[in-house]
């Protein structure tokens, strides 16, 4: 899970996160702490939308119709999507009585606005409500948030890695929601007696002096954030040779994934990898390494073979690679 977000930190076009796994494993708490891991972000002036001032195409009609402001430095937004949220506290809302009495259109951003270029989180995914999954999907797609109301509209850049976390048995998620997700994974609790003990121990010592636990981490968290900042930096230069995208689209043809949103994932999070790592380029070994992760919800379920996902893409692996 901690490689997965790290992976998104450094390409966020890898799609988002799923993470499923057993309650109390730490999930949502992995998640809010991948704030404290993130270099800042260049915002454009006062924007409401975080709109990034070095991509002039993709700033919002406020920030194209005046001038932004100096370039500021803030944090990358992590921001909670709770299930309870109205779609107004979602999208955005619109003042109609603003609008009608001043002549003025008054937006309130939304939960979207506030998640650009960063990570908008929702625990228990796959009981979020209809119209907020059909919403996401619509702004995952076109990363463009549109509220309109009575005659008026508003729209806004809204682009973030979605992460969602949850327990399957609790409810599947929807196949379009699942599709657009670059890496799912699993938790589980872990069963090594040294490992319970050490997990214990660290969340008995943060609940008794947050500050000081963050200050005994401080260090670590900063030799993390100077290792995404330099992946950032190198992805550009990692080669992806024909071979390696060749491994990656004979596995997805052999494991009868559909479209080709698998291949881009795996091809996109390997590289990621390989830029973490410091390495130059991204062969087979680097695709496999990262297919479970990238194709397990991607596959149709065979009522003829049940031995599970994971199993499934490393099998086809094993006879790709003629073992």
Same mark, same amino acid.
């Given at each position: 899970?901690?490689?997965?977000?790290?992976?998104?930190?450094?390409?966020?076009?890898?799609?988002?996160?799923?993470?499923?796994?057993?309650?109390?494993?730490?999930?949502?708490?992995?998640?809010?702490?991948?704030?404290?891991?993130?270099?800042?972000?260049?915002?454009?002036?006062?924007?409401?939308?975080?709109?990034?001032?070095?991509?002039?195409?993709?700033?919002?009609?406020?920030?194209?119709?005046?001038?932004?402001?100096?370039?500021?430095?803030?944090?990358?937004?992590?921001?909670?999507?709770?299930?309870?949220?109205?779609?107004?506290?979602?999208?955005?809302?619109?003042?109609?009585?603003?609008?009608?009495?001043?002549?003025?259109?008054?937006?309130?951003?939304?939960?979207?606005?506030?998640?650009?270029?960063?990570?908008?989180?929702?625990?228990?995914?796959?009981?979020?409500?209809?119209?907020?999954?059909?919403?996401?999907?619509?702004?995952?797609?076109?990363?463009?948030?549109?509220?309109?109301?009575?005659?008026?509209?508003?729209?806004?850049?809204?682009?973030?890695?979605?992460?969602?976390?949850?327990?399957?048995?609790?409810?599947?998620?929807?196949?379009?929601?699942?599709?657009?997700?670059?890496?799912?994974?699993?938790?589980?609790?872990?069963?090594?007696?040294?490992?319970?003990?050490?997990?214990?121990?660290?969340?008995?010592?943060?609940?008794?002096?947050?500050? =000081?636990?963050?200050?005994?981490? *401080? $260090?670590? &968290? #900063?030799?993390?954030?100077?290792? !995404? +900042?330099? @992946?950032?930096?190198?992805i550009g230069s990692v080669e992806t040779p024909d071979e390696a995208m060749e491994f990656a689209s004979r596995l997805c043809l052999a494991l009868g994934v559909d479209g080709l949103r698998g291949e881009l994932t795996l091809l996109r999070a390997a590289r990621a990898? =390989?830029?973490?790592?410091?390495? *130059? $380029?991204? &062969? #087979?070994?680097?695709?496999?390494? !990262? +297919?479970? @992760?990238?194709?397990?919800?991607?596959?149709?379920?065979?009522?003829?073979?049940?031995?599970?996902?994971?199993?499934?893409?490393?099998?086809?692996?094993?006879?790709?690679?003629?073992?």
């Amino acid at each position: 899970m901690k490689h997965a977000l790290m992976l998104a930190a450094v390409d966020p076009t890898i799609g988002g996160i799923l993470v499923f796994g057993d309650r109390g494993t730490g999930k949502s708490t992995a998640v809010r702490g991948l704030a404290r891991l993130l270099p800042p972000m260049t915002v454009a002036g006062d924007c409401r939308f975080n709109c990034d001032p070095a991509a002039p195409a993709s700033l919002c009609p406020a920030c194209r119709a005046r001038k932004p402001g100096r370039p500021r430095k803030v944090p990358v937004p992590v921001i909670d999507l709770p299930l309870s949220a109205t779609e107004d506290r979602v999208a955005g809302a619109l003042d109609l009585e603003k609008a009608l009495a001043h002549g003025e259109k008054a937006f309130e951003p939304g939960l979207l606005a506030a998640a650009h270029r960063g990570f908008l989180y929702i625990d228990e995914v796959n009981l979020l409500e209809d119209h907020l999954v059909d919403l996401l999907l619509d702004v995952a797609a076109s990363g463009v948030n549109v509220v309109e109301r009575d005659g008026l509209s508003v729209r806004h850049p809204a682009r973030f890695v979605l992460v969602g976390s949850g327990n399957p048995e609790e409810g599947e998620l929807r196949p379009q929601l699942l599709d657009r997700f670059g890496l799912s994974v699993d938790v589980r609790s872990p069963s090594d007696i040294a490992q319970r003990i050490e997990v214990v121990k660290r969340r008995d010592r943060f609940d008794r002096d947050p500050e =000081a636990f963050a200050a005994e981490w *401080e $260090r670590a &968290d #900063a030799r993390l954030r100077s290792r !995404i +900042a330099r @992946a950032r930096r190198g992805i550009g230069s990692v080669e992806t040779p024909d071979e390696a995208m060749e491994f990656a689209s004979r596995l997805c043809l052999a494991l009868g994934v559909d479209g080709l949103r698998g291949e881009l994932t795996l091809l996109r999070a390997a590289r990621a990898a =390989a830029a973490l790592d410091g390495r *130059e $380029r991204v &062969d #087979a070994a680097a695709i496999a390494a !990262i +297919a479970p @992760a990238a194709l397990r919800h991607r596959l149709r379920r065979d009522p003829l073979d049940e031995a599970g996902s994971t199993v499934r893409i490393e099998r086809a692996i094993a006879e790709l690679a003629g073992r």
